[in-house]
């Protein structure tokens, strides 16, 4: 099995591979450049322990590669022996390769294709080993099967120039020069299927006008470039019929000269392939991400994750706008007047996307302008007869955005090109008005820059009566993920007005933003990580958006970011928009359902603006939570079951000074864990244990070792804990984190021979009526809300969940009660110890008598805040809520 690699770290080892390497050890160091296997398993195969083959000169790794080193003259039959091979067949692996230590030849058997290159070149064209990494290309289904083909294409001709010209990804002026020809391509084979071009001159000119070995493409697609960009009559007339029949585009795209590269047999072939495909069923929307991962090798192992769904962004401009234009269009249907003065303010808005990308969302939200005013003019040309000539009035200017990426910059300038086109085709379709394709207007307002250190106002000017709509898909990416130039630029943006260092990078984009739409109609609307809608970030970042005059519009509560790809991105989203205070409606959406409401709060809830603060003592007096005790040992004051037990039979004595060991994991799957507990008093006790001292000093080493000088200090006392808080009572354990599949989060008690690790929290001197409250569905729903969540899995935080849960004061009576309830849900599980606490509280397979001792005590828990029962989380919500702000107003 592989493992994550980089492709820095791949580039850089292929970038000395020739010098290196041999013919015997090509195939091994294949394998360890691209993390194929470890290198114990790599040793097996050369002692041909692990070697299918059994061949001198060859190996055979089951579902991995097939290997053959020989002389130059035998590459191709090697290669054709390990294609027809029975033995290699049945093994499946999944590269096969054959070199003679200069040169390389391959064959991908999934892929059909065939790979030819010097092994001093491949670190250009690398991309065809892969799947040794266990990165497979994407497989498209259905209506983006075309997109996804070209991209290949287009990667491959992209891969082929790098190698024939060595270009090296940190030559950042040739990458450039590629990247406009790579752009230039793509408007070629685009134009030439949409009939901007006529009768396919552009593949058509390359399979009649340059020689079969490629030699002289490169010069030819420089002067039909350079033509592609001139409207003087005279240049064109001194040109050859091959160069003055491409037409005159303009827009910006081939304006500045940029010498082609050099091509070769490979690359022409790939150009007249690429011709071949239908570009006329390209999305570029979607394309235009693809074509950016083709030049992103950071991206390229993902083709087709790296792009916003139409579906996605629906969820984002429908509210934003769109739905009012249409509520609009609804309204005037019938009213010649009002549908053009619609038209007229759908001309005048402008649209801006702070983080664009190669342009999804400015793309999307294009098309379907373009679609609501192809609407609007049918009914309008119904009522105005043969007075008015339907047109559009709908500019690319109207469109703004940042994009950090050059590449990424130009795609998206270039996209919405191709979506004009498109778009142009319709109405002409409906309304028999043409429109000259070429030459190209000006496109979008799309810049290169840092949308966090960008003054956005400079980028899409607006007056505050102006009607501007900011959305998007920001980067995400949580405070510890963030490096030195990320830090940098939320301290650049945010200076002193947020305590940032704790907040997810897409912070600056909704701070930047409410400050662009203070004072003004604007608007906004992110996807974003829902983790700035949750726990510490919400205390952080809120306030201060709400300081500005403005509410959140609407939102769409949590839901799993996934997209058509085979990998879908591991991250739990929200959508959140935002304009200035306004007696408007808001609404809150699901995947499935619509609700308005009075108000949405920065939890993404219908109740009041709320904002709960970090606590360091709880707001009802109860008893202190903390983290358990640290070992920071490096696992040498711990004890597996079999360790304990073989420990306990040698010394006997020993046993005092051991005591069981709990971490969540621990106690959620019923594992079986044990330490050394030593104290002041029994250390030297301990040390006459031969065994024990090993282990003690074994620890004080590692501590010793340690750069933390915290923790070097600990070394003074090897023999205990790190950090020991344990106290000889009874003990609640709570984990802190626990599945978002469970109604409950497993919470415990546990006696004074037990140590609970740090992975849990722990209440020391504890009470049965202290554990109700804490497993009861009113606490659930506190934390469920106010707590973290690690990915999608609750996390359990003392100064956020437990400090600040409100719960009012009950009589001693009711505490009786609630003791008695709560040793009931204890005795429940009781009757199941064959199952784990994680079996125990699975919502599938939760036993009966398990749920009714807990929803028992549910109504007894729920009757303290009001006599009757709650039916909902946003009921209980509500009413936690409104007491937490009634008794934080006290204190």
């Not at 790979?115 to 670190?123: F, G, S």
């Not at 007075?387 to 590449?407: A, C, H, V």
Request: a neutral charge; glycine letters at 4%; hydrophobic letters at 40%.
């Amino acid at each position: 099995m592989s493992t994550a690699v980089s492709y820095q770290t791949i580039e850089a080892k292929l970038q000395t591979l020739h010098e290196t390497t041999s013919a015997q050890e090509f195939g091994y160091d294949l394998l360890r450049i691209f993390n194929a296997m470890s290198e114990t398993k790599i040793n097996r195969i050369k002692e041909g322990k692990d070697n299918l083959l059994k061949t001198e000169n060859a190996f055979l790794a089951n579902k991995t590669l097939a290997f053959c080193w020989c002389k130059t003259i035998q590459l191709a039959t090697e290669l054709e022996y390990l294609k027809n091979s029975a033995k290699v067949t049945k093994a499946a692996p999944r590269l096969l390769v054959v070199s003679d230590g200069v040169n390389v030849l391959a064959y991908d058997p999934k892929e059909k294709e065939s790979y030819d290159n010097e092994i001093a070149k491949i670190r250009f064209d690398y991309q065809f080993f892969m799947p040794l990494a266990g990165v497979e290309r994407y497989q498209a289904v259905g209506e983006e099967e075309a997109d996804v083909k070209a991209a290949y294409k287009m990667a491959r001709i992209f891969d082929e120039i790098r190698r024939y010209n060595e270009i090296d990804y940190k030559n950042k002026q040739d990458i450039h020069a590629l990247n406009v020809f790579m752009s230039r391509l793509l408007f070629c084979f685009f134009a030439e299927d949409t009939d901007i071009f006529k009768n396919k001159i552009f593949t058509n000119a390359i399979k009649s006008y340059t020689l079969e070995d490629g030699s002289d493409v490169g010069n030819f697609l420089d002067e039909a470039f350079d033509i592609m960009s001139t409207n003087s009559a005279s240049i064109r007339a001194q040109k050859s019929r091959a160069i003055s029949q491409f037409p005159y585009v303009n827009g910006g795209l081939f304006s500045v000269h940029y010498t082609v590269p050099t091509l070769g047999w490979k690359a022409r072939r790939l150009l007249l392939e690429c011709g071949d495909l239908n570009w006329d069923k390209i999305n570029p929307d979607i394309f235009g991400s693809m074509i950016q991962a083709v030049i992103s090798p950071e991206l390229r192992s993902s083709l087709g994750l790296h792009y916003t769904s139409v579906s996605n962004i629906m969820k984002v401009i429908q509210p934003l706008f769109l739905d009012e234009l249409y509520a609009e269009f609804a309204s005037a249907r019938n009213n010649e007047k009002q549908l053009h003065k619609l038209l007229i303010r759908i001309s005048k808005i402008k649209f801006f996307d702070p983080a664009c990308g190669s342009g999804n969302f400015l793309i999307i939200i294009y098309k379907e302008l373009r679609k609501l005013e192809i609407q609007i003019w049918q009914p309008l040309e119904k009522l105005s007869g043969e007075r008015i000539i339907p047109f559009s009035n709908i500019q690319l200017t109207q469109f703004y955005g940042i994009e950090l990426d050059e590449y990424a910059q130009e795609t998206a300038i270039l996209s919405l090109w191709l979506a004009e086109h498109q778009m142009n085709k319709e109405f002409e379709d409906r309304f028999h008005i043409h429109v000259d394709a070429l030459p190209l207007r000006s496109s979008g307002n799309i810049v290169k820059g840092n949308a966090c250190r960008s003054n956005w106002n400079t980028v899409c000017p607006h007056k505050p009566d102006e009607e501007v709509y900011i959305m998007g898909n920001p980067p995400y990416l949580g405070a510890r993920l963030q490096d030195d130039n990320q830090k940098s630029d939320l301290e650049y943006a945010m200076g002193n007005d947020i305590q940032y260092n704790n907040l997810d990078y897409i912070a600056c984009w909704f701070y930047l933003g409410a400050n662009y739409i203070e004072n003004s109609v604007a608007k906004f609307a992110f996807v974003t990580t829902n983790s700035i809608c949750q726990g510490e970030q919400v205390s952080l970042l809120w306030p201060y958006l709400l300081s500005k005059d403005i509410e959140i519009d609407f939102a769409y509560s949590s839901f799993k970011w996934a997209n058509n790809a085979k990998y879908n991105a591991a991250v739990i989203v929200a959508i959140i928009g935002l304009r200035p205070i306004s007696n408007q409606p808001k609404n809150l959406f699901t995947e499935t359902s619509k609700k308005q409401v009075k108000n949405i709060n920065a939890y993404l809830l219908d109740s009041a603006n709320v904002i709960v603060h970090k606590r360091n003592k709880s707001l009802c007096n109860f008893h202190e939570m903390n983290f358990g005790n640290m070992p920071n040992d490096n696992g040498n004051l711990l004890l597996e079951k079999s360790e304990r037990n073989k420990l306990i039979a040698t010394y006997q004595k020993t046993e005092i000074l051991i005591k069981g060991f709990c971490g969540s994991q621990e106690f959620i799957r019923g594992e079986e864990k044990y330490c050394l507990w030593i104290t002041e008093e029994t250390k030297d006790f301990a040390y006459s244990f031969p065994i024990i001292k090993k282990r003690i000093d074994a620890c004080e080493k590692v501590r010793y070792e340690s750069k933390r000088e915290a923790t070097k200090k600990l070394s003074e006392v090897s023999y205990r804990f790190g950090e020991v808080r344990h106290k000889d009572s009874d003990s609640i354990i709570i984990p802190r984190h626990s599945s978002e599949s469970r109604d409950y989060i497993p919470i415990g008690f546990l006696d004074e021979k037990t140590i609970i690790a740090d992975s849990a929290l722990a209440i020391y001197d504890a009470q049965l009526w202290l554990f109700g409250i804490l497993t009861s569905k009113m606490h659930m729903a506190w934390v469920k809300t106010i707590g973290g969540r690690l990915k999608t899995d609750y996390r359990y935080s003392a100064t956020l969940c437990y400090n600040t849960f409100p719960f009012p004061k009950i009589s001693e009576a009711k505490r009786a009660e609630i003791e008695q309830a709560a040793e009931d849900v204890l005795l429940a599980r009781q009757y199941h110890t064959e199952k784990t606490l994680a079996e125990m509280y699975d919502p599938k397979k939760m036993p009966a008598n398990l749920r009714q001792a807990h929803t028992l005590l549910d109504r007894l828990i729920e009757s303290c805040y009001r006599p009757e029962p709650f039916h909902s989380d946003e009921e209980r919500l509500e009413h936690l809520f409104a007491l937490y702000e009634k008794m934080t107003k006290k204190k």
